[in-house]
């Protein structure tokens, strides 16, 4: 089931932020201290925004390690880039310097900026109903069944980190 947003309709991954962060993302690293090149700031414990119930009994590893595990990964794969790759590709904007994810977050706690329809459309483009990556995935699935989670964990993992779970 999708979630809906009656402000962006166009807008609808099937997971929450806490349904994703309690699933394995991000090696556990999301949430870790950084040092972003598009604020020239450190962050640390960003993590603390976050509403309690959210990680309350989630290990700290699945959050805010400043080590990568792929074991926490729900797939249990390495998948995606890293900040630095995301700050170079633009992809970082100044108000949410951890990323996509900190964004969604955000927005699913109520937070409208101007950034969301840049970051609606990255979503729609990689995960919406015609994104590349789900579209790569259905055209890949048909060939085995979608409830083998073991089939393509590195799209599955993907999917997942823009809030899509088949």
Known sequence: MSVIFYDFPDFNPNLKPFEMLQAGIFGGT?????????TKQNYKDTWK??????????????????IYDENVNKYKIKCGSDLRIWEKNGWINEQDPYG???W???????????????QIK??????????RIK?????????????DETYNPALRQTLLHWGVIF
């Open 100 to 102: 996509w994810f900190q």
């Open 135 to 147: 579209k790569r995935f259905l055209n890949v699935i048909n060939k085995q069944k979608i409830e």
């Open 30 to 38: 999301y949430f870790r201290d950084i040092y972003s090149s598009i």
């Open 49 to 66: 925004e976050l509403p309690d119930f959210w990680i309350i009994n989630l290990p700290d590893n699945f959050y805010k390690s400043n």
């Open 104 to 118: 969604y977050c955000r927005f699913y706690c109520g937070r409208r900026t101007d950034d969301d329809e840049r």
């Open 122 to 131: 990255r979503w729609i483009h990689i995960a919406g109903p015609k994104g």
